[in-house]
Protein backbone atom coordinates (compact mmCIF):
# COMPACT_ATOMS: atom_id res chain seq x y z
CA UNK A 1 0.00 0.00 0.00
CA UNK A 2 2.77 2.12 0.67
CA UNK A 3 3.98 1.73 -2.61
CA UNK A 4 0.31 2.99 -4.47
CA UNK A 5 1.13 6.67 -4.88
CA UNK A 6 4.84 6.56 -5.60
CA UNK A 7 3.77 3.65 -8.48
CA UNK A 8 1.00 5.93 -9.63
CA UNK A 9 2.83 8.95 -9.74
CA UNK A 10 5.77 6.91 -11.77
CA UNK A 11 3.02 6.37 -14.16
CA UNK A 12 1.68 9.58 -14.52
CA UNK A 13 4.99 10.89 -14.71
CA UNK A 14 6.51 8.53 -17.06
CA UNK A 15 3.61 5.75 -18.92
CA UNK A 16 3.98 8.59 -22.58
CA UNK A 17 7.94 7.22 -22.59
CA UNK A 18 7.60 3.67 -21.08
CA UNK A 19 5.15 1.01 -21.57
CA UNK A 20 3.91 0.32 -18.16
CA UNK A 21 1.90 -3.57 -17.49
CA UNK A 22 1.31 -4.76 -14.51
CA UNK A 23 1.15 -8.22 -12.64
CA UNK A 24 -1.23 -9.20 -9.71
CA UNK A 25 0.63 -11.49 -7.81
CA UNK A 26 -1.72 -12.67 -5.51
CA UNK A 27 0.32 -12.89 -2.33
CA UNK A 28 -2.80 -14.18 -0.58
CA UNK A 29 -4.32 -17.00 -2.64
CA UNK A 30 -4.84 -20.67 -2.67
CA UNK A 31 -3.55 -22.02 1.13
CA UNK A 32 -2.02 -18.57 1.72
CA UNK A 33 -5.50 -17.08 2.49
CA UNK A 34 -6.25 -16.31 6.45
CA UNK A 35 -7.47 -14.37 8.74
CA UNK A 36 -5.82 -10.87 9.14
CA UNK A 37 -5.17 -12.13 12.95
CA UNK A 38 -2.43 -14.66 12.19
CA UNK A 39 -0.36 -11.30 11.18
CA UNK A 40 -1.62 -9.44 13.96
CA UNK A 41 2.07 -8.30 15.45
CA UNK A 42 3.64 -8.12 12.15
CA UNK A 43 0.94 -5.64 10.86
CA UNK A 44 1.50 -3.41 14.31
CA UNK A 45 4.83 -3.12 13.16
CA UNK A 46 4.82 -2.61 9.45
CA UNK A 47 1.79 0.02 10.23
CA UNK A 48 4.82 2.00 11.92
CA UNK A 49 7.34 1.48 9.31
CA UNK A 50 5.25 2.32 6.72
CA UNK A 51 3.90 5.44 8.28
CA UNK A 52 7.04 6.87 9.13
CA UNK A 53 8.34 6.50 5.56
CA UNK A 54 6.11 7.17 3.49
CA UNK A 55 2.92 9.41 2.60
CA UNK A 56 0.05 6.58 3.79
CA UNK A 57 -1.05 6.53 6.58
CA UNK A 58 -3.65 3.34 7.90
CA UNK A 59 -7.14 4.36 8.61
CA UNK A 60 -8.78 3.23 12.07
CA UNK A 61 -11.24 0.66 10.24
CA UNK A 62 -8.36 -1.17 8.70
CA UNK A 63 -6.43 -1.09 12.21
CA UNK A 64 -9.84 -2.44 13.76
CA UNK A 65 -10.02 -5.18 11.02
CA UNK A 66 -6.40 -5.91 12.07
CA UNK A 67 -6.58 -5.96 15.89
CA UNK A 68 -10.44 -7.84 15.76
CA UNK A 69 -7.96 -10.82 13.56
CA UNK A 70 -10.97 -12.37 12.05
CA UNK A 71 -11.48 -10.86 8.42
CA UNK A 72 -9.69 -13.21 6.19
CA UNK A 73 -7.29 -11.78 3.45
CA UNK A 74 -7.40 -13.14 -0.01
CA UNK A 75 -5.99 -11.16 -2.97
CA UNK A 76 -7.68 -13.23 -5.89
CA UNK A 77 -11.15 -11.46 -5.80
CA UNK A 78 -9.44 -7.66 -5.48
CA UNK A 79 -6.89 -9.35 -8.37
CA UNK A 80 -9.74 -10.02 -10.49
CA UNK A 81 -11.48 -6.80 -9.83
CA UNK A 82 -8.24 -4.98 -11.37
CA UNK A 83 -8.59 -7.07 -14.15
CA UNK A 84 -11.90 -6.42 -14.77
CA UNK A 85 -11.75 -2.94 -14.71
CA UNK A 86 -8.61 -2.99 -16.95
CA UNK A 87 -11.28 -4.75 -19.91
CA UNK A 88 -13.06 -1.27 -19.58
CA UNK A 89 -10.05 1.43 -19.07
CA UNK A 90 -6.54 0.19 -19.28
CA UNK A 91 -4.60 3.28 -19.35
CA UNK A 92 -6.38 3.83 -15.92
CA UNK A 93 -5.47 0.43 -14.04
CA UNK A 94 -3.14 1.89 -11.91
CA UNK A 95 -4.93 4.12 -10.50
CA UNK A 96 -8.13 1.87 -10.20
CA UNK A 97 -5.73 -0.38 -7.93
CA UNK A 98 -4.66 2.64 -5.97
CA UNK A 99 -8.58 3.34 -5.19
CA UNK A 100 -9.04 0.00 -4.11
CA UNK A 101 -5.46 0.29 -1.92
CA UNK A 102 -7.57 3.57 -0.71
CA UNK A 103 -10.77 1.47 -0.31
CA UNK A 104 -9.10 -1.41 1.92
CA UNK A 105 -5.90 0.38 4.20
CA UNK A 106 -8.28 3.84 4.60
CA UNK A 107 -11.47 3.09 5.06
CA UNK A 108 -11.52 -1.00 5.89
CA UNK A 109 -13.57 -1.96 3.10
CA UNK A 110 -13.82 -6.26 2.04
CA UNK A 111 -12.05 -6.14 -0.90
CA UNK A 112 -13.70 -9.50 -1.87
CA UNK A 113 -17.40 -7.74 -2.03
CA UNK A 114 -18.38 -6.75 -5.76
CA UNK A 115 -20.16 -3.93 -4.58
CA UNK A 116 -17.56 -2.02 -2.87
CA UNK A 117 -15.98 -0.99 -6.15
CA UNK A 118 -19.33 0.86 -7.89
CA UNK A 119 -18.23 4.37 -6.96
CA UNK A 120 -15.32 3.88 -8.14
CA UNK A 121 -16.33 2.13 -11.47
CA UNK A 122 -18.80 4.69 -11.73
CA UNK A 123 -16.17 7.62 -10.95
CA UNK A 124 -14.51 6.00 -14.12
CA UNK A 125 -17.68 6.50 -16.35
CA UNK A 126 -17.99 2.65 -16.83
CA UNK A 127 -21.35 0.87 -16.32
CA UNK A 128 -21.41 -1.31 -13.12
CA UNK A 129 -23.59 -3.80 -14.83
CA UNK A 130 -20.81 -4.40 -17.23
CA UNK A 131 -17.97 -3.72 -14.67
CA UNK A 132 -19.83 -6.78 -12.94
CA UNK A 133 -20.36 -8.92 -16.03
CA UNK A 134 -16.56 -8.80 -16.94
CA UNK A 135 -15.81 -9.66 -13.06
CA UNK A 136 -17.68 -12.53 -13.01
CA UNK A 137 -16.63 -13.37 -16.43
CA UNK A 138 -14.13 -16.09 -17.28
CA UNK A 139 -11.07 -13.42 -18.74
CA UNK A 140 -10.86 -11.84 -15.57
CA UNK A 141 -10.28 -14.95 -13.47
CA UNK A 142 -7.98 -16.51 -15.83
CA UNK A 143 -5.73 -13.28 -16.67
CA UNK A 144 -5.38 -12.93 -12.67
CA UNK A 145 -4.80 -16.95 -12.64
CA UNK A 146 -1.96 -16.35 -15.83
CA UNK A 147 -0.42 -13.61 -13.75
CA UNK A 148 -0.12 -15.50 -10.72
CA UNK A 149 1.89 -18.30 -12.66
CA UNK A 150 4.24 -14.76 -14.46
CA UNK A 151 5.02 -14.03 -10.91
CA UNK A 152 5.80 -17.61 -9.54
CA UNK A 153 7.73 -17.60 -12.98
CA UNK A 154 10.21 -14.31 -11.81
CA UNK A 155 10.73 -15.49 -8.79
CA UNK A 156 8.64 -12.61 -7.15
CA UNK A 157 8.09 -13.82 -3.16
CA UNK A 158 7.28 -9.75 -2.14
CA UNK A 159 5.12 -7.24 -3.26
CA UNK A 160 4.84 -4.44 -5.07
CA UNK A 161 8.03 -5.52 -7.10
CA UNK A 162 8.81 -3.38 -9.87
CA UNK A 163 10.42 -5.45 -13.17
CA UNK A 164 11.77 -3.54 -15.88
CA UNK A 165 11.46 -5.35 -19.60
CA UNK A 166 13.76 -4.47 -22.15
CA UNK A 167 13.58 -7.01 -25.43
CA UNK A 168 13.03 -10.86 -24.12
CA UNK A 169 15.39 -9.63 -20.69
CA UNK A 170 13.88 -9.00 -17.17
CA UNK A 171 15.39 -7.34 -13.94
CA UNK A 172 13.89 -6.25 -10.73
CA UNK A 173 14.02 -2.58 -10.53
CA UNK A 174 12.62 -2.79 -6.52
CA UNK A 175 11.26 -5.23 -4.41
CA UNK A 176 9.63 -3.61 -1.45
CA UNK A 177 9.04 -0.02 -0.59
CA UNK A 178 11.07 2.53 -2.40
CA UNK A 179 10.88 6.00 -2.40
CA UNK A 180 9.96 7.68 -5.98
CA UNK A 181 12.84 10.10 -5.70
CA UNK A 182 15.18 7.07 -4.42
Known sequence: YAMSP????????????????????????????????????????????????SSVRLGDKVMHLIEDGSYVVNSHPPSVAVHAFHTFKPERSFHFMHDGHALFYEQGKDLKEPGIYKDIVEGYDIDFTLYK??????????????????????????????????????????????????
Open 6 to 53: EILRSYDAFSHQIDFGFITGGMMIGDQVRTIGDKKEYLKTVKKNIEAM
Open 133 to 182: EALFGKGAQENAAIDYQKARKFGITGFPTFIYQHNDQYGVVSAGYRDYDF
